[in-house]
């Protein structure tokens, strides 16, 4: 254990995107959990990641306008497809949505099985890279991320299912490339899990993911271990012990 690795400078910027992806994913996960599609997020999530892949299959650069384009394509098209499956076989649902995340993530492994730097480049997509994010890459974020939660919330009674999905597919483009695929499930459905029974589930959403965030950063550069899937674990952690404090608070009463 080394508080060597505690530097603001790394730290920082990466607790800030994290917040500012909670600030969107909280409230789309609290959706997801009501409409009953888990599995939603881990499925645009994958085929927005396997566009970067093709991208960089093609050689376009990495934060390129080309990447970003093929990453939100993918997304918007997925969307698309999932709405029209979701109209057209209801009943099945979860079962093809499922089927197409194991499409996805099989097609980005035969794409890049012919590259020698084929499992670093998927490793990144699934865990992320959160602790390479920079203060440039802060306002962007937040630029995204003020136009969902504007969407979302003015628009919210009105959305039907074709206009969440495309919400959603924006918000998980901009994400998986900042945090990887684990840790945009993660954010999106334990927050949500976590605050169920709360009078104020969208806050306690909030202080469950914040604090994860915030104690994953840490432990992660303390203990030189993987941020993101320390992240994942931390605000799973924060989750069950919100639970718990539910459970304690009930019998008090």
Same mark, same amino acid.
């Given at each position: 254990?080394?508080?060597? %690795?505690?530097? #603001?400078? &790394?730290?920082? @910027?990466? #607790? $800030?995107?994290?917040?500012?992806?909670?600030?969107?994913?909280? @409230?789309?996960?609290?959706?997801?959990?009501?409409?009953?599609?888990?599995?939603?997020?881990?499925?645009?999530?994958?085929?927005?990641?396997?566009?970067?892949?093709?991208?960089?299959?093609?050689?376009?650069?990495?934060?390129?306008?080309?990447?970003?384009?093929?990453?939100? +394509?993918?997304?918007?098209? /997925?969307?698309?497809?999932?709405? +029209?499956?979701?109209?057209?076989? @209801?009943? #099945?649902?979860? /079962?093809?949505?499922?089927?197409? =995340?194991?499409?996805?993530?099989?097609?980005?492994?035969?794409?890049? /099985?012919?590259?020698?730097?084929?499992?670093?480049?998927?490793?990144?997509?699934?865990? %992320?890279? $959160?602790?390479? &994010?920079?203060?440039?890459?802060?306002?962007?974020?937040?630029?995204?991320? *003020?136009?969902?939660?504007?969407?979302? =919330?003015?628009?919210?009674?009105?959305?039907?299912?074709?206009?969440?999905?495309?919400? =959603?597919?924006?918000? !998980?483009?901009?994400?998986?490339?900042?945090?990887?695929?684990?840790?945009?499930?993660?954010?999106?459905?334990? @927050?949500?899990?976590?605050?169920? *029974?709360?009078?104020?589930?969208?806050?306690?959403?909030?202080? &469950? *993911?914040?604090?994860?965030?915030?104690?994953?950063?840490?432990?992660?550069?303390?203990?030189?271990?993987?941020?993101?899937?320390?992240?994942?674990?931390?605000?799973?952690?924060? /989750?069950?012990?919100?639970?718990?404090?539910?459970? !304690?608070?009930?019998? &008090?009463?």
């Amino acid at each position: 254990m080394s508080i060597e %690795g505690l530097d #603001f400078s &790394i730290l920082g @910027p990466a #607790f $800030i995107v994290g917040l500012l992806v909670l600030a969107s994913h909280v @409230p789309l996960g609290q959706e997801v959990l009501k409409r009953g599609i888990i599995f939603i997020d881990l499925a645009i999530a994958q085929i927005a990641g396997l566009g970067v892949i093709a991208a960089y299959r093609f050689g376009w650069e990495v934060h390129g306008w080309e990447v970003q384009l093929a990453a939100l +394509s993918s997304a918007l098209i /997925a969307a698309v497809a999932l709405n +029209s499956l979701e109209k057209h076989y @209801p009943q #099945f649902q979860e /079962a093809l949505i499922g089927a197409t =995340f194991v499409l996805a993530a099989t097609a980005s492994i035969l794409i890049l /099985a012919d590259n020698p730097h084929g499992g670093e480049s998927l490793k990144d997509l699934l865990v %992320g890279q $959160i602790l390479w &994010i920079t203060w440039e890459q802060v306002l962007p974020t937040a630029l995204v991320t *003020g136009l969902i939660l504007l969407a979302l =919330f003015s628009c919210r009674q009105r959305l039907q299912h074709i206009g969440f999905y495309l919400i =959603f597919a924006l918000a !998980i483009t901009s994400s998986v490339q900042l945090i990887g695929v684990y840790l945009v499930f993660a954010s999106l459905i334990i @927050p949500a899990l976590g605050s169920i *029974g709360y009078n104020k589930p969208l806050l306690a959403a909030y202080l &469950i *993911g914040g604090s994860g965030y915030g104690l994953g950063l840490i432990l992660s550069a303390l203990l030189d271990l993987p941020s993101g899937a320390v992240i994942v674990w931390c605000i799973a952690i924060m /989750a069950l012990l919100s639970t718990f404090a539910k459970g !304690i608070k009930r019998k &008090i009463a």
